[in-house]
Structure formats: C-alpha cells, structure tokens
C-alpha cells in the first residue's frame, strides 16, 4: 500500500513561532486533506490540497503532486494549535491512508 | 462540527462482550467510513459503504461487521471484543459525488475501553 511518512515526529514550540510540517507520500493521490487532532480527540478538517496551495487565517498549506509531498505552515503559533497534525492520503479507492502525525506542542 | 455524529461518545465493556457504534453522516452526504485509532496501529481504514452497499474493506477484522441503513446512518458492531480492540473509532462521510466529492469529515469519534 502507500507510505505516507510525516515529519518531525514531534514540534515544541514557543508562542509566536513559524513552523513548517512535512508530509511524503509514495504514490500518485486523488486526494490529500490535513487534519488537527486536538487534546478532545476530535479530527478537525484544515485543508483540502491534492495539489497547489490554500490558505486559511495562519495556517497554509502547499502540495507538489509530482515531487509527492506536501507541507503545512503554521505561522505565529498559539497554545491552541497544540495537537497531533496529520496528513491523510487517498488513491482513488475513497479510503484515507494517514501518516503517524506530528505532535505539536506550543508553550505560553 | 462537522456536521458528523456519532454515538456513544465513550463505552466501557468487557471481553467477549458485543457492542454497536453509530454514526449519521452530514446531511446529503451519501458515503460512510469507519476508521479506527489506536496507539499501536495509528488510524486505520476498515470499512466503507455508499447509499447503502459496501464499497471497499480495509483490515476489519471478522468479529467486526457494519452496515448502511436507507436513511443513510451507519452502525459498528464490534463482537467477542478483546482488550487490544480498544481504541477510538472514528466515522467519517463524504459527498461521493461533485466537487470535493472524495473529501472526508469526520464525527467525534467513539473511544471504547474494554476491560
């Protein structure tokens, strides 16, 4: 099946910090979707990007199809973007393949 | 809110016990998914089924069973339940069909815990 393989695995951050995350997939997608889980458990939608790029308040997110990665911005981090991001892949199979997240932790 | 609701919202049972998750979709939406999370595996796709008939199976396990009924809700049903099935179990949906068609929303999610 496809890897979908995410990086760094975990981010600390300080309030106000820029970072930047990182999703490699190993196939051609249909479809490629961030999520934010959040200290609840709830998978909160951030983009839709199987390719090109979108912006949404302080978060962006870029995907290059044809080198197979994508990347996601945090801009100016708060406490509240804490959580595990992940990036979720499909193939044309409507079945989401996600990576193993990165956990993001943003200190006050 | 996605628009995605599942219920119960946590669940607390014994081995061998039999238990069965539910899930209405957004309205319109015709496509049902249920993934599971756990600390091992990470989140994983079991099953899905479209306007009532499956579609795809990811690695459900054969004590699990699921099905789609005409007003579009789905149900889990989780049976001869081992510790290691603990996990939150997701149920997503999509529209199928138009622009965006393969984008996938997803509840809050059930989180059993068997003891």
């Known amino acids: 099946g496809i890897q979908v393989e995410q990086s760094p695995p975990d981010l600390i951050l300080q309030e106000g910090a820029n970072s930047t995350l990182r999703c490699n997939f190993s196939d051609s997608v249909n479809n490629l979707q961030w999520f934010h889980q959040n200290p609840w458990g709830q998978l909160i939608n951030l983009f839709y990007i199987p390719s090109g790029t979108k912006q949404n308040g302080r978060l962006s997110a870029t995907t290059v199809a044809t080198e197979r990665y994508s990347l996601l911005y945090i801009s100016s981090s708060q406490t509240t973007d804490s959580g595990v991001y992940f990036c979720?892949?499909?193939?044309?199979?409507?079945?989401?393949?996600f990576g193993a997240g990165t956990t993001v932790t943003v200190r006050a | 809110d996605s628009g995605v609701t599942q219920t119960p919202k946590h669940l607390i049972t014994a081995t061998g016990q039999r238990v069965t998750l539910r899930c209405s979709p957004r309205s319109g939406d015709l496509s049902v998914y249920w993934y599971q999370q756990s600390l091992d595996q990470g989140l994983q796709f079991l099953i899905h089924y479209y306007n009532g008939e499956e579609r795809a199976k990811g690695n459900i396990l054969e004590r699990f069973s699921a099905q789609q009924f005409p007003d579009l809700h789905s149900e889990l049903n989780l049976s001869s339940l081992e510790l290691g099935d603990s996990a939150l179990y997701f149920c997503?949906?999509?529209?199928?069909?138009?622009?965006?068609?393969?984008?996938?929303?997803f509840g809050p999610g059930t989180r059993l815990t068997v003891l």
């Open positions: 979720a892949v499909e193939l044309g199979d409507y079945k989401l393949s």
């Open positions: 997503a949906s999509s529209p199928r069909t138009g622009y965006r068609s393969n984008e996938q929303f």
